[in-house]
């Protein structure tokens, strides 16, 4: 038996058990649109089409972007005149661009559109392939879908910030895809180890960047040498304004080295810890830098620093637990503890001006307060053994005076 008369009764059958679009998901003032109405009848409608989405809240019917009559229930009339029929991916930003490019228009429907997506599209990498007849890169349907857009800021949308990261490796974490190009296709595995996918997609931390934040939302391309800075920069503004007052920002940039990339990778920026800048195996200056020079000297310094910074911090803990333990006044410890703990994080930003007189300034201040909450934590362990040696003192006399007193009633009950 061929098994098309099998589809065609499955399809019959779903029909009739679902029935078309219930009339409840058209909303209201689409109601009597023509297309959406015989398209729903004869059970073609686009996969994964969302009446919900803001072209059909507009009113824009499929005839918005298809063109055509939508007030006819005759095919022949609805598919002829203006319409448009299914754009080819070549032609789609143009398809798009006609609303989305027309500041009046858009401006009708919301004062604060903006509408310079197609031509930030066309100085991408994707839009200038395109127009030289790629048809694999993305164009407007294949990060937004044609049917089921809808604003970035709805979770169920493709270019939402949690779901750009699987969006763009659909394509780029493709081998296939890919292998025209010969470029990697190791940037999402990156990505999702690192801690910006990390605090992204597992903690949702919209604050983190996804995929477009650092590429652009049309304009994708991969940031040049000198651009890199300021990428990272956007969020990790005193990290960039410190690194680009060095001395070796400038020879980064003499050598075409890559600012932030060189010390931290790009689609896999680690947790950094203290250890990097230190001449040790984990150091990353002793890859470009050796004993005797001006690198290899700042990084020893400024670890010892840090080291000392860290060392204090942690014997200012332990004396503040035992204070905690004894029920001792702590507040003031509390206070010094949070200045010297602030005081670190300042010190490793200031590491990025490579500058140990710099990053002195910081530990200099957190060495002052770790050491004084250490000092009044030994004061207040102090005080409690005086006075706990101060109680045992005061028991053993009353213990004694109660002794005596009751020796004292006997020989008075005797006489
Ligand atoms: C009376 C029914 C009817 C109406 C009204 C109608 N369509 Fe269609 N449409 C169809 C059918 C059936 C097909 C599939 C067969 C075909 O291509 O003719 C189709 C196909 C299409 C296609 C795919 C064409 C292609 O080349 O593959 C698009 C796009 C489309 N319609 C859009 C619209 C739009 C926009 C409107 C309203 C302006 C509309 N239709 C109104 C019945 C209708
Ligand atoms: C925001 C613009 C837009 C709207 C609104 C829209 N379409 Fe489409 N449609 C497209 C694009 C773009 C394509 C090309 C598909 C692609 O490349 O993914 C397409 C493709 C199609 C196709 C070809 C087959 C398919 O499933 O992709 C049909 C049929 C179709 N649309 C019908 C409709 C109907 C019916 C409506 C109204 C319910 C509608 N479209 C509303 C943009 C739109
Ligand atoms: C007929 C005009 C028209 C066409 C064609 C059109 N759009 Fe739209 N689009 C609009 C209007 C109007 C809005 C709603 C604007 C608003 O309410 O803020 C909108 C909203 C959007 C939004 C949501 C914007 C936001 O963040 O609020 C996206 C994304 C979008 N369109 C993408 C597309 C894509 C992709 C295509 C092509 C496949 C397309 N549009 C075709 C008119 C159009
Ligand atoms: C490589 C993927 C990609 C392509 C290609 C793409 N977009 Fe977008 N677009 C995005 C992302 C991601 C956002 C959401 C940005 C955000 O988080 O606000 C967006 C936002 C938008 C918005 C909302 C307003 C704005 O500018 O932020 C509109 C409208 C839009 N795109 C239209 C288009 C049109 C039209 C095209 C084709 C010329 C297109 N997009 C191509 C990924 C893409
Ligand atoms: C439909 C598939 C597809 C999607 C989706 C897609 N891309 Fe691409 N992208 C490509 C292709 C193909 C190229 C061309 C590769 C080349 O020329 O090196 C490309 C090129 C690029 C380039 C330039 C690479 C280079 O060095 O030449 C960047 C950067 C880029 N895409 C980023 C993104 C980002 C970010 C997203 C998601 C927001 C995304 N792409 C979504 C297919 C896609
Ligand atoms: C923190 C910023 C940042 C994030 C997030 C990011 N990229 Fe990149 N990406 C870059 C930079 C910078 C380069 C250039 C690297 C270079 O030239 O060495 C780049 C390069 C690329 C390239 C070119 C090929 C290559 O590997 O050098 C592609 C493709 C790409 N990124 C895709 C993506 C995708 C897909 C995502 C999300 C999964 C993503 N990027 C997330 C900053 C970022
Ligand atoms: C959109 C904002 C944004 C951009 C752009 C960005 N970052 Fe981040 N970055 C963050 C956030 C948020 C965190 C904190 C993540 C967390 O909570 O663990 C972070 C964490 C980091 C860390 C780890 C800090 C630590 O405490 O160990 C490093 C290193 C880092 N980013 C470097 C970079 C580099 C290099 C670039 C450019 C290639 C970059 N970032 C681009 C927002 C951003
Ligand atoms: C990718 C190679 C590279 C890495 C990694 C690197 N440096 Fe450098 N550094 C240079 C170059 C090139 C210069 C300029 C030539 C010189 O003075 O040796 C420089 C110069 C310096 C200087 C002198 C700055 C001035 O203003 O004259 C210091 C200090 C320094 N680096 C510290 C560090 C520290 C600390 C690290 C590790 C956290 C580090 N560097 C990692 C390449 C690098
Ligand atoms: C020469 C190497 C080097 C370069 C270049 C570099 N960093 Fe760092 N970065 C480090 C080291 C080493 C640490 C760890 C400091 C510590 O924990 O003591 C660090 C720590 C960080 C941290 C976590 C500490 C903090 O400030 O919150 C961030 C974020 C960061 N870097 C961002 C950047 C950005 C953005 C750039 C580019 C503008 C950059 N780095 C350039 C070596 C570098």
Redesign the pocket.
């Known amino acids: 038996m061929s098994r098309k008369p099998f589809g065609v009764l499955l399809a019959w059958l779903a029909l009739v058990v679902a029935g078309p679009v219930a009339a409840q998901d058209i909303p209201e003032t689409l109601q009597n649109d023509q297309c959406i109405a015989c398209h729903s009848d004869v059970g073609y409608l686009p996969d994964g089409l969302l009446l919900a989405g803001p072209h059909m809240r507009a009113e824009l019917s499929c005839a918005g972007c298809h063109g055509g009559d939508n007030t006819t229930d005759d095919e022949e009339i609805a598919h002829a005149g203006t319409f448009r029929g299914v754009p080819d991916a070549a032609s789609i930003p143009a398809f798009c661009g006609r609303c989305h490019s027309d500041l009046g228009f858009m401006r009708s429907y919301s004062p604060s559109a903006s509408t310079d997506q197609v031509a930030n599209y066309y100085t991408s990498v994707h839009g200038q392939k395109l127009r030289t007849g790629d048809t694999h890169v993305a164009q407007c349907a294949s990060c937004h879908t044609a049917h089921a857009v809808l604003p970035a800021s709805d979770a169920r949308s493709s270019v939402h910030p949690m779901n750009v990261p699987a969006l763009c490796n659909g394509c780029h974490g493709d081998a296939e895809t890919m292998a025209d190009y010969g470029i990697r296709t190791t940037q999402y595995r990156d990505y999702v180890g690192s801690v910006h996918g990390q605090a992204l997609l597992e903690r949702e931390d919209l604050g983190a960047p996804a995929c477009n934040d650092c590429h652009g939302n049309h304009g994708a391309q991969p940031p040049g040498i000198e651009s890199i ?1 300021h990428v ?2 956007m969020c ?1 503004v005193n ?2 304004d410190y ?1 680009s007052a060095t001395g ?1 920002a400038r020879a980064f940039a003499d050598e075409q080295l890559h ?2 990339e ?3 990778g790009i689609h896999d920026v680690r947790k ?3 250890a ?2 230190s001449t040790g195996d984990d150091s ?2 002793t890859t470009c830098h050796e004993e005797g020079d001006d690198g290899y000297a700042a990084a020893d310094s400024m670890y010892a620093q ?1 080291s000392a910074l860290v060392a204090a911090q942690d014997s200012a803990l332990a004396v503040t637990e035992r204070v905690r333990e004894i029920g001792m006044d702590d507040i003031e410890i509390g206070f010094l503890l949070r200045d010297a703990h602030e005081s670190t ?1 300042q010190a ?2 200031l ?2 001006t490579f500058d140990p007189s710099r990053t002195a300034e910081a530990t200099t201040v957190g060495l002052e307060k770790a050491n004084e909450a250490i000092r009044i934590g030994h004061e207040e362990i102090g005080d409690f053994r005086f006075r706990r040696f101060g109680f045992g003192i005061a028991t053993l006399l009353i213990t004694i005076l109660t002794i005596a007193l009751f020796f004292k009633i006997r020989e008075v009950e005797r006489s």
Do not use: K, P, S, Y
Request: charged share 15%; aromatic share 8%; glycine share 4%.
């Open positions: 800075e990272c920069g990790h990290n960039a690194f070796m600012a932030c060189e010390c931290h950094t810890f203290d990097m800048v990353v200056c840090l994080i490793r930003t590491v990025h």
